[in-house]
């Protein structure tokens, strides 16, 4: 992280990060784990990855009961970070990241890359010619995954994918009459808020993006591309493909998008 100049970290080698929660006396676990946060004040935030890059968040104990028991667990391979939006948020791919999270009640959230511009003006590009991977798992409640996510406050968002991009959100059943269980999986996610109604969000794929929600009993949506911006712009190249596929076992809805803008 700085606070004036340019932040950029690159890795060539091996990165794993695993967090497993411990249940706290009122019932509530939580993990976090993120192989690569790099955040930039004012100038550029810039990762860079040819290595592997692996975090593995964990909140898998015994519930206590199904009211008192909520468990968190978030993962993240890579995040980078400009707060004032003068400067860029970018991710260059080109090895392998991965991102799990799983818990057995309550609330598990699994991004393989995420890009932010939290001022009004820095631009986000997120550049993959590698491998890019989301994978979370709940027992009872709710699992979200996003391979690859880009935001800006009005700033252009560019992502460019020429590699692989599986994102995956599984859940067992939901208890009938009591908990529903919610599996929601996104392979590319592009949100240009546009709050001055400038800000466009590109997106080109010329490789593949595998999204897969599942769940043995309970609402399913999955998303292989979606995209907001006051300009979008989203092409599938000759020879590329997004598959997207939204099931359930046993009871419940499954719902796939393969492009959302």
Do not use: C
């Not at 810039?46 to 206590?64: I, K, Q, R, W, Y």
């Not at 799990?100 to 393989?112: E, H, L, R």
């Not at 908990?179 to 546009?194: E, M, N, P, R």
């Amino acid at each position: 992280a700085t606070y004036l100049g340019d932040a950029t970290t690159s890795n060539s080698g091996d990165i794993e990060v695993f967090a497993i929660g411990g249940t706290a006396p009122y019932g509530v676990e939580e993990s976090l784990a993120v192989g690569i946060y790099n955040l930039a004040v004012f100038q550029d935030s810039v990762v860079e990855n040819s290595g592997n890059v692996s975090a593995t968040a964990l909140a898998m104990d015994e519930p206590v009961d199904l009211a008192s028991s909520f468990f968190t667990a978030k993962a993240i391979g890579v995040q980078v970070v400009n707060v004032s939006g003068y400067g860029d948020a970018a991710i260059s791919n080109t090895g392998d990241i991965h991102a799990t999270a799983a818990t057995t009640q309550g609330f598990a959230s699994a991004w393989g890359v995420a890009a932010e511009g939290l001022g009004l003006y820095g631009d986000i590009d997120i550049s993959n010619d590698g491998m890019v991977s989301s994978y979370a798992y709940a027992g009872i409640g709710s699992a979200i995954s996003i391979g690859a996510y880009a935001t800006a406050i009005s700033g252009d968002i560019a992502v460019v994918n020429h590699g692989d991009i599986a994102s995956t959100a599984y859940t067992e059943r939901g208890v009938v009459n009591y908990v529903v269980d919610y599996s929601y999986a996104t392979g590319v996610q592009l949100t240009s808020l546009a709050y001055y109604g400038e800000g466009s969000a590109t997106f080109d794929n010329y490789g593949n993006i595998d999204v897969t929600a599942f769940s043995e009993g309970g609402i399913t949506g999955a998303r292989g591309v979606k995209a907001y911006g006051a300009y979008t712009t989203i092409t599938n190249h000759e020879g590329a493909t997004i598959s997207a596929t939204g099931e359930v076992g046993l009871f419940g809805g499954g719902f796939a998008t393969g492009i959302e803008a």
